[in-house]
């Protein structure tokens, strides 16, 4: 147990997990500047990718560890802060190429060839080199599955809405969906290079071999741009994706155990699948409709800023606004100036993303956004 607790407070001294957060600050006070540039205000606050970064990915990190503990999973030290900074060269896009196919299929392909090449600069000793692409194999597979349940569940939620030119010159709505999770695993490390300058660091010994614990904190992100649906229907379809490419990945890596040659394959595989899943995703987006545009009848909600009576009133975006408090509106001029009609309380006539009518209704208190708190497609200058 005490291996285990040193091996969890390594985590906290270790340099990515600080960068994530960083990272998450920077990528939101991004995203908060585009924001305002579109809207005049922002919709999330800089802190909203910080808030995803641990609370999704604990659990999966528990389940990855004890997989990794189960198979005695053991990786050089070297090898960990090569994936380290690799993860950080990667991060300079943002979320965008963090996912475990790309940052440890690329530490994996260096490591890899360097030493079938002869030009190797990660000591393994204690370690054979079959035994150390085999779990490394293994590693981005479940790391990979795991990246896919994260957007399945969590990748869609809380999505930017941003506007961008159609190639006929006109402004429309899209939805940036981005997301950074740092998941916790536990790995068997070699304890011999520890020893040497660490020798308070707790180690356990299996026959005539020494290794410690280390709970290493892997970078996944994620970032989509979906125009021509709803974020959740196209992000969940990603996510699906991703775990189904884990899994193959995941059955070639084990079956390496017996054919070494098979972690290649199933690095290669990762790393190829993943990229064909984002190419797919840009290629089916740039032939389609945009989603969010003008309604001939109604007003469409493009985004629903937090803490505010539209929030209140569970209105989500792509639902269509027919009516305000018994007025007809087809436009921005006229959602506004129907709103004005009641300044203390509205009702809404809202059709759903599935056709359905609803009614809703609220409050609006002195101290409140009388524009209720919605980003409407047609006009960038609505909210102050």
Known sequence: MAELLMGLWRLFIHPIFYFSFLLAFVVGYLRVTRERKDFDVRIYDTYQEIRYILLSSLLLGLILSVI?????????????????????????????????????????????????????????????????????????????????????????????????????????????????????????????????????????????????????????????????????????ATGKNVVAI????????????????????????????????????????????YFFTPQPKGVMILGVIPYTPALKMNLKIGELIYKVNGIEVNNEPQFYEALQKNAAYCKLEVVDVNGQLRFVQGSLYEGDHHELGLILVEDKKHFE
């Not at 070494?260 to 990229?275: D, E, Q």
Request: charged share 10%; hydrophobic share 55%; proline share 5%.
């Open 246 to 289: 884990g899994v193959m990945a995941l059955i070639l890596a084990v079956s390496s155990y017996w054919v070494p040659v098979l972690a290649v394959v199933s690095v290669a595989f990762a790393f190829i699948s993943r990229i064909w899943i984002s190419w797919r995703h840009h290629s089916y987006e740039k032939k389609k409709h």
């Open 68 to 236: 990794t503990l189960i198979m005695g999973l053991a990786l050089p030290i070297d090898l960990l802060n090569f994936i380290a900074a690799i993860i950080i060269i990667f991060s300079a896009w943002g979320f965008r190429l963090l996912s475990p196919a790309w940052t440890l299929g690329a530490a994996f392909l260096i490591f890899y060839l360097s030493e079938k090449m002869g030009w190797a600069f990660i000591p393994y000793s204690g370690l054979s080199f079959e035994g150390i692409i085999s779990g490394l194999a293994i590693i981005l597979a479940l790391l990979l599955m795991a990246e896919g349940i994260l957007v399945l569940k969590r990748g869609w939620q809380g999505t930017s809405p941003r506007l961008e030119k159609s190639p006929r010159g006109m402004t429309r709505g899209v939805q940036l969906a981005q997301r950074l999770w740092l998941v916790p695993v536990f790995l068997v490390l070699p304890a011999g290079e520890l020893t040497s300058s660490w020798s308070w660091w707790p180690v356990f010994s299996i026959g005539a071999e020494q290794y410690a614990f280390i709970c290493f904190p892997f970078l996944v992100g994620f970032a989509q741009l979906v125009k021509s649906t709803l974020p959740e229907l196209a992000v969940k």
